[in-house]
């Protein structure tokens, strides 16, 4: 059974870099899917895609968080990261890890405060 699971600080302060890892079980990351996906919801808010990383290496943003985000992959920890830079308040959410959006990590809380 694939399982995706969310793991990073739960708390970032603001201008800092926040970073997330997806860690995928249950199958290889290079078969099981060909994009892997990053998605956040804010409180109150709708789902946001992020970005994606397929199993080419090829990166895919969000135009509007395109120069503050970046999608890596670890294929050997069966892995793969995201990177907001220079996070605000805003940028508070759940943030969720999804393969082709058919497999979904329980989400990870993470909070933008001072």
């Known amino acids: 059974q694939v399982q995706l699971q969310e793991s990073g600080p739960g708390l970032v302060k603001p201008s800092q870099t926040l970073s997330l890892t997806c860690t995928v079980s249950?199958?290889?990351?290079?078969?099981?899917?060909?994009?892997w996906n990053w998605i956040r919801q804010p409180p109150g808010k709708g789902l946001e895609w992020m970005g994606a990383?397929?199993?080419?290496?090829?990166?895919y943003y969000s135009p509007s968080r395109k120069s503050r985000t970046s999608i890596s992959r670890d294929t050997s920890k069966n892995q793969f990261t995201l990177q907001l830079s220079s996070v605000t308040p805003e940028d508070t959410a759940v943030y969720y890890c999804?393969?082709?959006?058919?497999?979904w990590g329980q989400g990870t809380q993470v909070t933008v405060s001072s």
């Open positions: 990383i397929d199993n080419s290496g090829g990166t």
């Open positions: 999804s393969d082709d959006f058919r497999y």
């Open positions: 249950g199958g290889s990351i290079s078969t099981i899917s060909y994009y």
